[in-house]
């Protein structure tokens, strides 16, 4: 099982990126599909999840109404965009897969699966 991110890079405040997390050797609607992002020295941060059959999205008050997370059901790959991009915003972000939206977990090994994270940085 792989999870792929991509899309990660270097931004202006105010800009947008989209990342993209491909998966393999299952499909989306098996899990819940999870981005987290982490910051130098900080906790692991729980940004927003998708459920897997109905696909209804929950966000993290830090990102609601910038981020967007969404399925590409026929690449099988999970995406976020992410809008209006802030200094703050700046971590490695990852995604994952559960059982559950896992917005109290503490750990990347808490998720059934994960990918290896794609470096966002928000600067001037």
């Known amino acids: 099982v792989q999870l792929v991110e991509s899309g990660g890079g270097l931004v202006q405040p105010g800009g947008s990126l989209r990342l993209s997390c491909a998966a393999s050797?299952?499909?989306?609607?098996?899990?819940?599909m999870t981005w987290v992002r982490q910051a130098p020295g900080k906790d692991l941060e729980w940004l927003s999840t998708i459920s897997p059959i109905y696909s209804t999205p929950s966000y993290a008050d830090s990102v609601k109404g910038r981020f967007t997370i969404s399925k590409d059901n026929p690449k099988n790959t999970l995406i976020m965009q992410m809008n209006s991009l802030k200094p703050q915003d700046t971590a490695v972000y990852y995604c994952?897969?559960?059982?559950?939206?896992?917005?109290?977990?503490?750990?990347?090994?808490?998720?059934?699966?994960r990918g290896q994270g794609t470096q966002v940085t928000v600067s001037s």
């Open positions: 994952a897969a559960g059982i559950g939206s896992g917005r109290y977990y503490s750990s990347l090994t808490d998720y059934k699966y």
């Open positions: 050797e299952f499909t989306l609607s098996t899990y819940y």
